[in-house]
């Protein structure tokens, strides 16, 4: 009896071909200061400064005991994943769009879907990256505690992640140009960072306010994030604010993408 077997190149070759594009984008990333900067540098060094003041470093009966900048590591955490997802991700996938390189690379073995995932993981990774600096330089400079409830810290993190990732490609996916989603992404990026608490954090908001902003989806990771650093489980609630967002954004970006 004849048997068939399975011809691996093409699936060998696409995965080589993946590979090529992550790294190639891997490079072109590197070579963008502005990104590295706002992603990297600018929410460790927005935490740096709000530490110096002294009254943001004493302890305050309001807050629990906690001092003010206990509260501003995981803000500039997810100052971080803003930045990536929502400012500097949506113009590179727009702009490549635009200038036709999605279209092309669908004649290629290279799938467009390649390139959108190797944006996705830079800059997820850039966010992560940044974390990992926010976390050192709190604890190094200010005495910020680690997060006593690692797991579920992680468990926050990823999920913020995932979540931002999933807006900003809903935002070029409804952006037609990188005019127009520089425009979008800024209105969207204001918005989550004043729910993320950057102006204001949420454990300081006034009660209707912060209910409201509780159930956006960075108001509900800041509070995961400030139980878990805390040493509590974060709340499954808050939890399934994060994920119900990141679900409906993929679910919207999914069904609007459009590679040309």
Do not use: N
Not at 53 to 68: C, K, M, N, W
Request: charged share 10%; proline share 6%.
């Amino acid at each position: 009896m004849a048997t068939t077997t399975t011809d691996p190149a093409p699936r060998t070759v696409s995965s080589r071909a993946s590979l090529a594009v992550l790294r190639s984008e891997a490079r072109l990333f590197l070579r963008e200061p502005g990104s590295l900067f706002w992603i990297l540098v600018f929410p460790t060094a927005l935490m740096t400064i709000l530490g110096l003041i002294p009254s943001f470093r004493e302890h305050d009966d309001a807050l629990g005991g906690r001092r003010v900048i206990d509260l501003y590591v995981p803000v500039a955490v997810l100052l971080a994943m803003i930045m990536a997802g929502l400012q500097a991700m949506p113009p590179v996938l727009t702009g490549y769009r635009e200038r036709g390189i999605l279209r092309r690379m669908s004649t290629t073995p290279v799938r467009p879907s390649a390139l959108l995932g190797a944006q996705i993981a830079l800059h997820g990774a850039a966010a992560l990256g940044s974390t990992l600096l926010v976390m050192a330089v709190g604890r190094i400079a200010f005495g910020v505690r680690l997060p006593a409830q690692p797991f579920g810290y992680l468990l926050g993190l990823l999920l913020a992640v995932a979540c931002v990732l999933a807006l900003g490609a809903l935002v070029c996916a409804v952006s037609r140009t990188t005019k127009v989603s520089a425009a979008v992404g800024s209105v969207v990026f204001f918005v989550m960072m004043f729910t993320a608490g950057v102006w204001v954090p949420v454990q300081a908001m006034p009660g209707t306010v912060r209910h409201i902003v509780q159930v956006s989806p960075f108001g509900a990771a800041s509070q995961v994030l400030d139980r878990a650093a805390t040493g509590a489980w974060p709340s499954w609630a808050y939890l399934g604010v994060v994920a119900l967002w990141t679900v409906l954004a993929a679910m919207a970006a999914i069904r609007t993408f459009r590679w040309e």
